[in-house]
């Protein structure tokens, strides 16, 4: 059974940057694709980006491209994602989401129905 615990959240002023951390646990971290999703107040969660177990694809958001960027280090079961240039409306609790993958499989998808893994999130606030 796969457990994933993000961190890295907090409050930091518009145009800051932060790190998340998305650490898996209890399974082999290589054979998932990974995906980060969020969600604000009042609003239905939605996926930001993504990478394949590969690493061959990666996916974003057309809302964070550019000031996002997704990566793994298998060797520490960690994926990363890295937020600058953050705007307010990056404000929401964020989640990592995994999925088993055959292997050479360059999957990843913004479809929540197709990760089963999940972790607790961490929130993000951006505000002066």
């Known amino acids: 059974q796969l457990q994933l615990v993000e961190s890295g959240g907090g409050l930091v002023q518009p145009g800051g940057s932060l790190i998340l951390s998305c650490v898996a646990s209890?399974?082999?971290?290589?054979?998932?694709?990974i995906g980060w999703f969020r969600q604000a107040p009042g609003k239905e969660r939605e996926g930001v980006s993504c990478?394949?177990?590969?690493?061959?694809?990666?996916t974003y958001a057309d809302s964070v491209k550019g000031r996002f960027t997704i990566s793994r280090d298998n060797a520490k079961n960690t994926v990363y994602l890295q937020m600058t240039s953050l705007k307010p409306e990056d404000t929401a609790l964020y989640y990592c989401a995994a999925e088993f993958r055959p292997l050479h499989s360059n999957w990843c998808t913004f479809r929540e129905y197709e990760y089963r893994y999940w972790g607790q999130g961490t929130q993000v606030t951006v505000s002066t």
């Open positions: 209890g399974s082999t971290f290589d054979y998932y694709a």
């Open positions: 990478i394949s177990r590969t690493l061959q694809t990666t």
